[in-house]
């Protein structure tokens, strides 16, 4: 299907353990984002990728992190979770920085 | 200061009638400006642009005020369709590359 994918879209684990978001885009779009979204906070800068093997960190890149080695996948690691990156997680993809296109979303519970 | 403030919220209008939400901007350097609508657990989708001049899209209208730092978005004739939360966008350059920064978002809720 044409789209935007983000799998899982629920995930439960504990303190310490690695944990990896999938992000999958079948536009080829060049630009890809990953967001958190938090009461308060609204939605926050991760990572993103301009290009198939170029990413840059945003605002809360600490303990996160990407890689892209295909233009359609974008995965985000959390290396050690802590409690603090429970969040609901959004990929996007673009073909510029504006009209971004956004998965479903994961939410992601660290116990 | 925050770089994009919107006013929370909640909104509860009634069916029909015409609202407005207002965000303000604090990066002067800003150029590109948008609206996202974002449903219940549901993922930001674009609602528009917003240009210098002002535009319109149906019963939507959104103005931007470079003086005043701020973008407006008024809805006409609201539907229970409406109710969502309305998030204002403000492109930002970082070290050299542009991003967008989201407000929290304005709640709205249409009554019937």
């Known amino acids: 299907d044409a789209g935007i994918t983000q799998s899982p879209r629920y995930k439960i684990t504990e303190t310490g353990r690695q944990v990896t978001l999938m992000c999958h885009q079948t536009w080829s779009h060049s630009y890809m984002f990953w967001y958190r979204q938090d009461l308060g906070h609204g939605l926050r800068l991760i990572y993103y990728?301009?290009?198939?093997?170029?990413?840059d960190k945003g605002e809360v890149s600490d303990g996160y992190v990407v890689s892209r080695s295909k233009t359609e996948n974008f995965p985000l690691t959390l290396e050690s979770a802590t409690r603090s990156q429970t969040s609901v997680y959004f990929c996007a993809s673009s073909e510029s920085v504006y009209e971004q296109f956004f998965g479903p979303g994961t939410r992601l519970t660290v116990l | 200061r925050k770089e994009v403030e919107q006013d929370p919220g909640p909104f509860n209008v009634p069916e029909g009638a015409t609202v407005a939400f207002n965000c303000t901007y604090s990066n002067s350097a800003s150029q590109s400006f948008f609206w996202y609508r974002q449903d219940c657990r549901k993922e930001p989708k674009l609602l528009m642009s917003v240009y210098s001049s002002g535009n319109e899209d149906g019963r939507f209208t959104a103005q931007l005020n470079r003086a005043s730092q701020y973008i407006s978005l008024l809805i006409r004739d609201s539907k229970l369709s409406d109710s969502a939360t309305y998030l204002c966008v403000v492109d930002s350059l970082n070290f050299g590359n542009e991003k967008l920064t989201f407000g929290t978002g304005t709640r709205l809720t249409i009554i019937p």
């Open positions: 990728s301009a290009a198939a093997d170029i990413t």
